[in-house]
Nanobody, 125 residues
Framework: VQLQASGGGSVQAGGSLRLSCAAS????????MGWFRQAPGKERNFVAA????????YYADSVKGRFTISRDNAKDTTYLQMDTLLPEDTAVYYC???????????????????WGQGTQVTVSS
């Protein structure tokens, strides 16, 4: 069972990146999926989450209106489109899966059972 995050890189402020999280080993199409990020010396923070059927999405206030989470269950892949990137978005981004996503707990890392390895996003000013 594996989640593989990819798509990170270095961009200038105002630029865009799209992260992908591909599942393997078993299907995650019924799982809620989330993205978290962790900057050096800081705790892991919630970025966005999406329900298993893709209907419900949730965002941290800091990324609302700039980031879009989506999923393609046919490919068992979750995406995070990041636009208007800011230097403070610099972090390692992790995808995660929750077999039972509780709305009140979507921002809590321990709510997610499976984690990807992380992909670095660096935004320069």
């Amino acid at each position: 069972v594996q989640l593989q995050a990819s798509g990170g890189g270095s961009v200038q402020a105002g630029g865009s990146l799209r992260l992908s999280c591909a599942a393997s080993g078993r299907s995650f199409t019924n799982d809620g999926m989330g993205w978290f990020r962790q900057a050096p010396g800081k705790e892991r923070n919630f970025v966005a989450a999406i329900s298993g059927n893709g209907v419900a999405t949730y965002y941290a206030d800091s990324v609302k209106g700039r980031f879009t989470i989506s999923r393609d269950n046919a490919k068992d892949t979750t995406y995070l489109q990041m636009d208007t990137l800011l230097p403070e978005d610099t972090a390692v981004y992790y995808c995660a899966a929750a077999s039972r996503l509780i709305v009140s707990m979507i921002g809590v890392p321990s709510s997610y059972e499976h984690w990807g390895q992380g992909t670095q996003v660096t935004v320069s000013s």
